[in-house]
């Protein structure tokens, strides 16, 4: 099993949908989370830093479920300027090791 | 605009070239990392600094040599890669490993091996 998973996509939704990706992690000790996004041959860059009590930037919403043990992200109202692979990445205090998922692709049609 | 800088934006070499990536930051992280990406995958970890000393090597091979001259910057000597090493290279930054904070990512350097 992977340490950290996540649904490759495509995920192709309409503009104006609303589009939620899961990532779940299989370390119980890791500590933070993180969603970031990554546009063809750029960087990733961060989206959102995802906290216990869940939380939200705007369209953003992203959650934890740590007895589950996966985060989620919620996009509402989506725009073609989201249409970008979402990498889930996971850590743990005290360790360098940062975990990227597969990353899920979403494409926003007009 | 990024906080990483890395240069040369884009590389071309031969086999028997030797070239180096060169990373740098201002924001006080102590860790600064290399990954290598390759299309439609994700990063995947080559080496880590903490505190300008080498903490992770992920069983990279040789031709492939890491340096941290200082706790700003960081080096990626290059020399007799493969066609396979074409790929891009990412450096990144974060405040230490008790933090755990969010990695800072530079535009990354994109190299071709002919």
Known sequence: RKEVEQDPGPFNVPEGAT???NCTYSNSASQSFFWYRQDCRKEPKLLMSVYSSGNEDGRFTAQ?????Q???????DSKLSDSATYLCVVTTSGTYKYIFGTGTRLKVLA | DTEVTQTPKH???GMTNKKS?????HMGHRAMYWYKQKAKKPPELMFVYSYEKLSINESVPSR?????PNSSLLNLHLHALQPEDSALYLCASSQDSAAAGELFFGEGSRLTVL
């Open chain 1, 19 to 21: 589009v939620a990706f």
């Open chain 1, 64 to 68: 934890l479920n740590r007895a589950s």
């Open chain 1, 70 to 76: 996966y985060i989620s992200l919620l996009i509402r």
């Open chain 2, 11 to 13: 590389l071309v070499m």
């Open chain 2, 21 to 25: 990536l060169k990373c740098e930051q």
């Open chain 2, 64 to 68: 492939f040599s890491p340096e941290c």
